[in-house]
């Protein structure tokens, strides 16, 4: 079965710099990967989602590479502020079209000031 | 426009009680209904989901059930909880498959068992 990696440090940065985030999966090459927050003692917010056919995706200050062939994505928050601090889950496929997603465990975003 | 309701919010049961979680979803039909559950400090694992009424796939061995009795309601149930069901339960839909996959979560149930 898929198995997802997220860094479950917290990630803390200074206001203004770029966060970057980093998601790693094992087995089958997912045909997308998406991308979530989610704030204390809420569901999760869909982000952005990216197919195998598509190296970069873009949404305002928000950006997401896929690497196949590193089995990696990578998660961009540019010009970040106090309001990014969440938790961010990457999400794949899970093998039957179910539409059912296995998430990784999340990786805490701190922005300060 | 689409929205999922979710209750109750915040829940604490005594070990050995029932437990009946309710999820509806409106301004959609035939979507794909998920329980989610997230413990404290862990990532979300998927418990079941549903592709139509009365069709129910469970993803891991549990003391609990799901039930869809119509198209657009997904009921989690328990005859009796365990200390180890304590967590944050979360519903979520999604359009079948399509270009569409992404997930719409409810905003939780916080479940404490005592």
């Known amino acids: 079965s898929q198995k997802i990696e997220q860094n479950s440090e917290a990630l803390n940065i200074q206001e203004g710099k770029t966060a970057t985030l980093t998601c790693n999966y094992t087995?089958?090459?997912?045909?997308?990967l998406q991308w979530y927050r989610q704030d204390p003692g809420r569901g999760p917010v869909f982000l952005l989602l990216?197919?195998?056919?598509?190296k970069e995706k873009r949404k305002e200050r928000l950006k997401v590479t896929f690497d196949t062939t590193l089995k990696q994505s990578l998660f961009h928050i540019t010009a970040s502020q106090p309001a990014d601090s969440a938790t961010y889950l990457c999400?794949?496929?899970?093998?039957?079209?179910?539409?059912?997603?296995?998430f990784g465990q999340g990786t805490t975003l701190q922005v300060k000031p | 426009s689409q929205t999922i309701h979710q209750w109750p919010a915040t829940l604490v049961q005594p070990v050995g009680s029932p437990l009946s979680l309710e999820c509806t979803v409106e301004?959609?039909?035939?979507?794909?209904l998920y329980w989610y559950r997230q413990a404290a400090g862990r990532g979300l694992q998927l418990l079941f989901y549903?592709?139509?009424?009365?069709?129910i796939s469970s993803e891991v061995p549990q003391n609990l059930s799901a039930s869809r009795p119509q198209d657009r309601q997904f009921i989690l149930s328990s005859k009796k909880l365990l200390l180890s069901d304590s967590g944050f339960y979360l519903c979520?839909?999604?359009?079948?498959?399509?270009?569409?996959?992404?997930?719409?979560f409810g905003s939780g149930t916080q479940l404490s068992v005592l």
């Open positions: 979520a839909w999604s359009v079948p498959p399509g270009r569409r996959e992404k997930l719409f």
């Open positions: 087995n089958y090459s997912p045909a997308y």
């Open positions: 990216i197919r195998e056919n598509e």
């Open positions: 999400a794949l496929p899970g093998s039957s079209n179910t539409g059912k997603l296995i």
């Open positions: 301004g959609t039909s035939n979507p794909n």
């Open positions: 549903s592709v139509g009424i009365g069709q």
